[in-house]
């Protein structure tokens, strides 16, 4: 009997190792393929940019960009690896869409990090958002500057960049009486108050100061004001298909750019397509990238732009910049070896690339882009002439001088507070 009991014991234990074993053993094999699986899965990105309405397009394009550089990424392997995953959403021009669809990419797509926005007020609606969730928004547009947040990265111009060298190029080539004319958002309303510091710093004057809503075609009070004050220069920061009718409106009444010369800050050449040349040849323009910089770096860009979307195409500043950012971003993850959004931005600091504009590097105090300025011509054939350069990028200073920070904040709390707690007249 003891002799069977040993005998049932020694086999009991045998079948227990033999499961410890086989558990064991699926576990690994469970563990396995979980990782081979992390490994394999795609890291998801929001391209958040509006499709519909009246900044459509402008945003179009950019989109466009973005998806081309992940493709580039994703044909050289991806990643770490792993394929770049776009979710592209439709902000429908509207920031409070804007808004919704950012939370939903965050928590419910799960995205790594969003590429998107254009006008301030939609990107100021969001960094609420971004600053909620701790995640990370890249930004590729000019703007107004006063602004610097740990969850944005700044692609695009900050006002050191793109309004104040425009200005003093202007005064000093121009004339000195300016008026301005913007759209009734937050971007055009602090690029003139920056141009207005400038302007009284220069001796120069303010002749007029016209805004008109997003999307908004009444623009015949604004030609007739500019008619009766006769400046040397316009500055426009209208936005979107706004400019159509205006500069359709300044032609009607005889105001062309051998009389009264504007300077734009939001018109590139994607949006010349939907403007007649003929009207608009001989403005200028003030950005960082046009295409027709001649450089190996931008023929190869241009070609690889062209091929994908097509002959007719073109590329602009807002395009460019959207898409090396995607290019720094992707970057600073084979740097840090993760993707964690926390470990990302850290890497992003200090990243620099030979973009198509030229050498651009992210300042790692500001999170805003080193970048070259330059101001074009327009051309008969839709392209501009570039008549003056920096020479080298010029380090971005998001506050202008010309007010303390605190100032500055007070200003911007003034305007919001003033259209109820929005980013934007939106009354009719």
Request: hydrophobic share 40%.
């Amino acid at each position: 009997m003891l002799k069977k009991n040993i005998i049932f014991q020694r086999i009991s234990k045998k079948k227990f190792l033999l499961l410890i074993g086989c558990v064991l053993g699926l576990l690994v094999f469970i563990l396995f393929h979980w990782q081979i699986q992390l490994a394999s899965s795609p890291i998801k990105v929001g391209v958040l940019h509006s499709l519909t309405g009246t900044m459509a397009i402008s945003e179009k394009p950019v989109v466009d960009a973005t998806l081309l550089a992940i493709e580039e990424i994703n044909k050289k392997g991806g990643v770490l690896g792993k394929k770049i995953e776009p979710i592209v959403v439709d902000g429908k021009s509207d920031w409070d869409t804007f808004a919704r669809e950012a939370e939903r990419l965050i928590n419910e797509e799960k995205v790594v990090t969003i590429f998107g926005c254009w006008t301030s007020a939609c990107r100021k609606t969001v960094k609420p958002v971004f600053e909620k969730y701790n995640h990370l928004l890249v930004y590729p547009i000019q703007y107004e500057g006063l602004e610097q947040s740990p969850n944005i990265f700044y692609t695009g111009a900050a006002p050191n960049q793109q309004i104040i060298p425009a200005v003093k190029w202007a005064f000093d080539n121009l004339g000195k009486r300016f008026f301005l004319v913007g759209s009734d958002y937050v971007f055009p309303r602090t690029a003139n108050e920056i141009i207005k510091d400038q302007v009284a710093g220069l001796q120069g004057e303010i002749v007029g100061e016209e805004y008109i809503m997003l999307g908004s075609d009444r623009v015949k009070d604004i030609v007739d004001k500019i008619i009766k004050s006769q400046p040397d220069v316009i500055l426009n920061t209208i936005n979107g298909d706004s400019n159509i009718p205006f500069f359709t409106a300044l032609r009607r009444a005889g105001i062309t750019p051998d009389k009264i010369p504007s300077i734009s800050f939001s018109i590139a050449e994607e949006e010349l397509l939907y403007l007649n040349i003929k009207d608009i040849v001989g403005d200028y323009a003030a950005w960082n990238y046009f295409q027709s910089i001649k450089s190996e770096e931008n023929r190869i860009f241009v070609r690889k732009f062209k091929q994908k979307y097509g002959q007719n195409r073109v590329t602009d500043d807002p395009i460019e910049a959207g898409y090396f950012g995607v290019h720094l971003w992707a970057q600073a993850i084979e740097k840090i070896g993760e993707e964690d959004v926390n470990l990302i931005r850290e890497a992003m600091k200090n990243q620099s690339l030979n973009a198509p504009e030229g050498i651009v590097y992210l300042d790692p105090n500001t999170q805003h882009t080193w970048k070259s300025v330059r101001i074009g011509q327009i051309q008969d054939n839709g392209q501009f002439k570039i008549v003056w350069n920096s020479d080298k990028p010029i380090r971005p200073f998001p506050y202008p001088i010309s007010r303390s920070k605190v100032e500055w904040e007070q200003f911007l709390n003034d305007l919001y507070q003033g259209w109820n707690q929005k980013w934007a007249n939106e009354e009719s």
